[in-house]
């Protein structure tokens, strides 16, 4: 099997920087993968520091089988650094496994990411695969689900699904239509997804995911998730400019499966789409403040 390129995007957390190469080295296929590591120049001068540390240690990472760092010389911002990183890379490889520095895997992630990459390369109806799941208990006994909602902690995708991908939020508004807004919300469950198409529309923020989870949706295609996340965020310890008290608990466990069947029928699981609607339905509110705080004051 030909390994998936890791891209992983840092900027001025060291330490977390550092907790996510460290727990993504310990995997079983680290050796035998190629890293790329974008490095996004400091916003202000006061970020300046901060900046050349991270670059001063990702220089010293190993482990790998190959290690490239692109070091950008001005400030591109989260979302444009993803979008272009990803795209020059995908476009060379064909697929690709995406990480930020908060982003903390099990050993098995990558095994997972790369079986998961391989297994529905030709399925048209898949369009991502997501190392992270929601935390509660999903009433079913397969090792994975299926789900329109995509996620970023920890994900995956294809050269021939990502092309697809346009951030144009005017002809998004455009081509979205009553229906495909509370498909978007999670059948009105969430309705802060939508909030961060308009928000994007005036400025207020300016992200990359909403975009191509609208992207998946329209083109009605599913994003495969583990039952047991893979991954966890440590990123809300309070190390961004702003911060909220968002009860986010990142010691849960990870998945630690070796092997996983991915033999079930491509659908949403009714059982689980409901469990997850009223998780996002209760905790809506904490949801977007965490996307806020990880995207918006970078």
Known sequence: MKLAPIILFVYNRKLHTKKT????????????????????GPKKIENFEEVLKVRKYIKTINGFKKVK????KKNLGLANSIISGVTEIINK???????????????????????ALKYFKN?????????????INLENDSDVYFSRVMHCWGWATWSNKWKYFE????????????????KLNFDGYNNSFWKQVLLNKRNKINTWAIFWYATIL?????????SKS????????????????????????????????????????????????NYLYASQKNIFLRLINKIFFR
């Open 123 to 135: 399925v048209n109806k898949i369009w991502h695969i997501s190392g992270w799941s929601y935390p």
């Open 93 to 115: 490889y064909g697929k690709a496994i995406i990480l930020e520095d908060d982003i903390i895997t099990s050993p098995l992630f990558l095994k997972f990411m790369n079986s």
């Open 21 to 40: 190469v460290d727990a993504l080295k310990k995997n079983l296929l680290a050796n035998k993968s190629e890293l790329f590591i974008y490095s996004d």
């Open 167 to 182: 951030k144009n939020t005017n002809k998004l508004i455009k081509n979205f239509s009553k229906k495909d807004i509370s």
């Open 218 to 226: 329209k083109k009605n295609g599913l994003c495969l998730l583990p």
């Open 230 to 277: 893979f991954t966890k965020n440590i990123g809300f310890d309070g190390s961004g400019i702003h911060t909220f008290d968002l009860s986010y608990k990142d010691n849960i466990s990870l998945n630690l499966k070796k092997k996983l069947n991915f033999n079930i029928k491509i659908m949403e699981n009714k059982r689980n789409i409901l469990k997850i609607k």
């Open 69 to 72: 760092i692109i070091e950008q």
